[in-house]
């Protein structure tokens, strides 16, 4: 069974630019949320979307944005970015709509360095 | 208040002795689930185990153990005879309710000496 694929694996980008990182769940998982790594404020979540729906959004600013296809699989855009985005970015795959019982799966993650 | 707490940025065991991470949380929703993950240097957040709020039972898996004292609202993992791979990260984690998101804690940098 194959696990979660985030892709790309690294990303280098301009400050102003934008960019669209992919999340490809687990078979069968409807569940994909995202979520930004950063040594100063460590895991911080992002959105998290079910049957191609928004059900969740965190503290973010509107430049991150996300959506989901109907295979599950999953991208989220960063507009206009700026040198704090540089983090690692991080996908998770559930299988259940909902519950605290059901554990998540990650991908390898994204790592973005903004210049 | 911060819902995930791990006091311990660093920790060294010796390899094939047991070490004990901490984690405290906070939560008013009945119905919750804790989770520890481990993260080596490539970024992969691994899951290792899970504890229900409503387990009446302490989760293992393998090598490792939750100790879940809900009065005194921990879930520390107990890994068992430390091998030089366990080396990493480990995130304390938890879910409230009917949602997906995750509340990590800061996180705790294990790292096993041989």
């Known amino acids: 069974k194959a696990g979660v694929t985030q892709t790309p694996r690294y990303l280098i980008k301009t400050r102003g630019q934008q960019v669209t990182l992919s999340c490809s769940p687990i078979s069968g998982h409807r569940s994909v949320s995202w979520y930004q790594q950063t040594p100063g404020q460590g895991l911080q979540f992002l959105f998290e979307?079910?049957?191609?729906?928004?059900?969740n959004k965190g503290n973010f600013p509107g430049r991150f944005s996300g959506r989901q296809f109907s295979n599950s699989r999953s991208e989220m855009n960063v507009s206009t970015l700026e040198l704090g985005d540089s983090a690692l970015y991080l996908c998770?795959?559930?299988?259940?709509?909902?519950?605290?019982?059901?554990?998540?799966?990650f991908g390898q993650g994204t790592r973005l360095t903004v210049v | 208040a911060q819902k995930i707490t791990q006091t311990q940025p660093g920790m060294f065991v010796q390899e094939k002795e047991a070490v004990t991470l901490d984690c405290t949380y906070d939560?008013?929703?009945?119905?919750?689930?804790l989770f520890w993950y481990k993260q080596p240097s490539s970024g992969e957040m691994i899951f290792l185990i899970y504890?229900?709020?409503?387990?009446?039972q302490n989760a293992t898996e393998g090598r490792y153990s939750l100790n879940f004292q809900k009065a005194r609202k921990s879930a520390n993992l107990v890994i068992s005879a430390s091998q030089l791979g366990d080396s990493a990260m480990y995130f304390c984690?938890?879910?409230?309710?009917?949602?997906?998101?995750?509340?990590f804690g800061t996180g705790t940098s294990l790292t096993v000496i041989p």
């Open positions: 979307y079910f049957s191609e729906t928004q059900r």
């Open positions: 504890q229900g709020s409503y387990d009446q």
């Open positions: 998770a795959s559930s299988h259940l709509g909902s519950g605290g019982w059901t554990e998540a799966f």
């Open positions: 984690a938890m879910r409230e309710g009917t949602g997906n998101q995750f509340y």
């Open positions: 939560t008013s929703d009945p119905s919750y689930g």
